[in-house]
């Protein structure tokens, strides 16, 4: 996979020369294409210096895309993207940070770490890509699988019910979540451009189809409608919460698409920042500290 | 006398740390070096809580089992300690709580009633009359207070130290030595000033004793000392953070003990493939699992040398005192930082929480070093080979460079392969870098040594046992190697040290010889370990017993 021509950089060329080896008609292309536009566009439109995003991917098919985006990227660990998306926003609020994680990834093995991300109000974008199934480890179950989903590793079929990880954000603190789908790529790109033009903890669900052990591209193609303006008071938690249960990720129901909740509170971030400012002599503030003990 | 050793004990909850402290510090008033042994349950309320304070004209760092007062403010502070008194012991004790002692018995609860003051200050009451045992005049006592307690709580502490001043007679006097009054740390505290010494700018941890106060210091100080302390959910989110701090460009450190230590490693191993500086406060004490949560331990020292996935180079070291961790956390993370590889700082409860007078003057700080930046010329490669395996760094947010780190086998840019070539590559450039970082440490006082060459016998240790083992060594006239640096292992410097060494005991706080295995694997004969894995630090007499033996 090494790089056969030097990373380009102009808005719109960031895909990277890196060999993509995800499965044809993985829903995983939408998002890189949309993510590489969001990022491109948000460039132009808004100022941000291309150098100032950042990628965090875990480990799993979504983690690829750390990869394939020729921006600046930390390819981390199976769970662990949001940390360490925290401490880098932590060293560097100017940054644009957007962990791009999986279904078994983050609601699996990382669910502690997002639920005190959006607790915490960190100043970060998580963009699930929630295929409902491993992929990489060859189809096993995730907490969003459907009940009776017969995997590798469960194949009588799981008699437990998915987790709907909307209201589990919601309940958390997240302060802008949303639902996107694979199929629906514009949509879906001006979601990752709000997402990440939000100050404060941004979560997107992306319903992603998998090619290979979980196509639900026909489900979703029957079921999923995009909210209308006004159709949801995204100001408000009891108006997302009710948008947000209409589907449980289990039984039959129509599947709304778009921005449920969506307010403005301080961030984890902010109010570290006054106490690295400026760069004081360290070593002089240690003796003061000491000559106090005296 | 020259040295004096005081021990105060009671329920927990009393303030007994704090007490001790106090009784350090009026030690200190009058020019003593001193140290300060704290023993304790895991418990918030009730149980057995003691300090034993020692002070001494010259540098210490463990205490003896005599001592020449007894505070206790129960009667198990007696009943525990019978072995501690002798013929010379003052006991002094409150006559509300104890029903058996002989010494000068403080009325405790008609003194707080009569001053109307609040139970805690019974502390004082202690303090006024170890000082008037000692010959300590009423103005030191009354200084050493009016600096430890607040304000508003002075006048009442005043007071009840005077009664307990008015309540016993002199025994001895503690002529003051005219030294400077050195101020009383932990080795805790001096960890997170030894840190920021090396320049950290942020400091993450999970409480865990016996690094909490680490966290709790430093949190106290953030502003004081212009960083960032953040406690998140969970150890594997502290070691994370660390890490995206490090990839984003700020100098970051954790601290925790083997229990967090264990969740730490994915993190660990992530910093040794993706290269990304972090420095780890690794406080040992008795294990497997909870072990015996609030006592000492040098158990844990195969775990950091070996813990994580995979081969990586990565900096372990072990200071034995206040100079030496105030030297020694501040070089962990500058060399972590310019070779780009975790490093360690292994301490232990003893070291720890114990706290010991320090003159920041007399440490001979190590060179400063910086890592390696990026030029900003031609492409930026986050894993460019260059000689010495080490990569400059740039950081996101720099024009014309993209960062990518990378937790997979990658190539130079930072893009993942599963090539052979550059696998090999890859492990290579990691070996090179951990072999640059060995030939570094060569200029540094990695090995000490204490005592005469040609002393004929041999004691070899490593932490926070080096003081006992120097005390020790005086007595039986033998000599002392401590190795500083446990990995990279220094083999030329200590093979160096070790010539002539005679009998040699290898001295440590475990039950299975660690530092002895750690020994034999470098082609060394760790001679007869001496071992104490009761949770609890040498005392010097018992030390002296035990090599006595060895030596014979």
Redesign the interface.
């Known amino acids: 996979m090494t790089p056969t021509r030097p990373p380009g950089r102009p808005a719109g060329d960031l895909i990277s020369p890196a060999q993509n080896t995800w499965c044809p008609g993985c829903g995983n292309f939408s998002i890189e294409h949309m993510m590489k536009s969001a990022i491109a566009e948000l460039s132009e439109e808004e100022g941000i210096p291309l150098e100032n995003f950042v990628i965090v991917g875990g480990i799993g098919c979504h983690g690829k895309l750390t990869d394939y985006l020729n921006v600046n990227s930390f390819y981390g660990i199976h769970g662990r993207s949001i940390p360490a998306a925290t401490g880098i926003c932590l060293a560097n609020p100017d940054l644009k940070i957007i962990c791009h994680v999986g279904d078994g990834d983050i609601y699996a093995e990382g669910l502690d770490h997002l639920i005190f991300a959006a607790k915490r109000n960190s100043d970060i974008t998580v963009v699930v890509h929630d295929n409902r199934v491993y992929g990489l480890t060859t189809g096993q179950y995730t907490p969003t699988s459907p009940t009776g989903f017969k995997g590798r590793s469960t194949p009588g079929g799981i008699t437990e019910h998915p987790i709907n990880p909307l209201e589990l954000m919601l309940a958390a603190g997240a302060t802008h979540i949303a639902r996107g789908y694979t199929k629906k790529v514009r949509h879906l790109k001006d979601l990752f451009k709000e997402a990440i033009m939000h100050r404060g903890f941004s979560f997107i669900d992306v319903l992603q189809i998998c090619a290979t052990y979980f196509n639900l591209t026909d489900y979703y193609n029957a079921h999923a409608y995009e909210l209308a303006e006004g159709e949801v008071d995204t100001g408000r938690f009891e108006s997302a919460l009710g948008k947000i249960r209409e589907w449980d990720y289990d039984r039959e129901a129509p599947i709304a698409l778009g921005t449920f909740y969506s307010v403005e509170r301080p961030t984890y971030e902010e109010k570290f920042q006054a106490l690295t400012a400026g760069r004081p002599d360290r070593r002089a503030l240690v003796r003061k500290v000491i000559e106090e003990r005296r | 006398m020259g040295e004096y050793s005081v021990l105060i004990g009671g329920k927990a909850g009393e303030g007994i740390n704090t007490a001790g402290l106090s009784i350090a510090a009026l030690f200190s008033r009058l020019g003593y070096r001193t140290y300060m042994y704290f023993d304790y349950p895991s418990l918030i309320r009730g149980g057995h809580n003691f300090a034993i304070i020692r002070a001494s004209a010259r540098a210490i760092g463990a205490h003896r089992t005599p001592v020449d007062v007894l505070l206790a403010f129960d009667q198990n502070s007696i009943d525990n300690h019978r072995e501690r008194i002798h013929s010379g012991t003052t006991v002094i004790y409150d006559a509300s709580q104890v029903v058996e002692a002989e010494g000068y018995g403080l009325p405790l609860d008609t003194i707080l009633n009569e001053e109307k003051a609040p139970r805690i200050t019974g502390n004082s009451a202690m303090l006024g009359a170890l000082a008037r045992v000692a010959g300590i005049g009423r103005e030191v006592l009354e200084d050493v207070l009016r600096e430890s307690v607040p304000a508003k709580h002075l006048d009442a502490n005043l007071r009840v130290a005077g009664r307990g001043y008015d309540g016993a007679d002199r025994v001895f006097s503690v002529e003051p030595l005219g030294g400077p ?5 932990t080795g805790n505290e001096v960890t997170g ?1 030894g840190l ?2 090396g ?4 400091y ?1 941890a999970y409480p865990m004793t016996p690094t909490s106060n680490v966290l709790h210091f430093l949190a106290n ?8 302390v ?1 406690h ?3 150890e ?3 070691i ?11 100098k ?1 450190a954790v601290g925790t003990s083997g229990g967090g230590f264990c969740l730490m490693t ?2 660990l191993s ?1 910093a040794g493939m ?1 290269e990304i500086p972090v420095t780890i406060v690794m406080g040992q004490r008795p294990g497997p699992s909870t072990g015996l949560p609030t006592y000492t331990s040098q158990a844990d020292l195969h775990f950091v040398l070996n813990a994580g996935q995979g081969e990586f180079p990565r900096l372990v070291v072990a200071p034995g005192d206040l100079d030496e961790t105030y030297a020694w956390s501040a070089t962990a993370l500058m060399l972590s930082w310019k070779y780009q590889v975790p490093s360690i700082v292994l301490t232990d409860k003893t070291l720890a929480e114990g706290a010991f007078s ?1 003159d ?1 003057d007399a440490v001979a700080p190590h060179p400063d070093q910086e890592p390696v930046l990026w030029d900003g010329t031609g ?1 930026y490669r986050r894993y460019a080979r260059t000689g010495g395996g080490v990569s400059p760094l740039a ?14 086998v ?2 130079e ?7 052979v070539d ?1 696998t090999i590559r890859l492990r290579e450039k990691m070996l090179e870098k951990g072999e640059s970082l060995s030939r570094e440490l060569a200029g540094y006082p990695v090995v000490r040594s204490y005592g005469e060459r040609n002393a004929g016998a041999t004691i070899v240790c490593w932490g926070s046992e080096k003081w006992a083992c120097i005390e020790a060594a005086e007595k039986l006239g033998a000599r002392v190697v401590q190795p500083l640096v446990l990995a990279p292992f220094p083999t030329r410097a200590f093979k160096e040290a070790m010539i002539g060494a005679g009998r040699v005991a290898c001295v440590e706080n475990n039950a299975t010889g660690q530092l002895a295995r750690l020994l034999r694997q470098h082609g060394f004969e760790p001679g007869r370990s001496v071992l104490k894995y009761d949770g609890r630090p040498f005392a010097v007499d018992e030390l002296e017993a035990r090599l006595a033996e060895v030596f014979s």
């Open positions: 009054a050195l101020p009383v740390l000033l920021v010494h320049g950290l700018e942020s993450v100080h953030a502003e004081g000392l212009a960083i960032k953040l998140p959910e969970n594997i989110s502290v994370l953070m660390a890490l995206g701090l490090a990839y984003a460009g700020e970051a994915e993190g992530l993706a320090f920041i492409e950081f996101p947010g720099r024009e014309g460079a993209v960062v990518k780190a990378n937790s997979y990658h190539d840019a930072g893009f993942t392969t599963e090539a550059e």
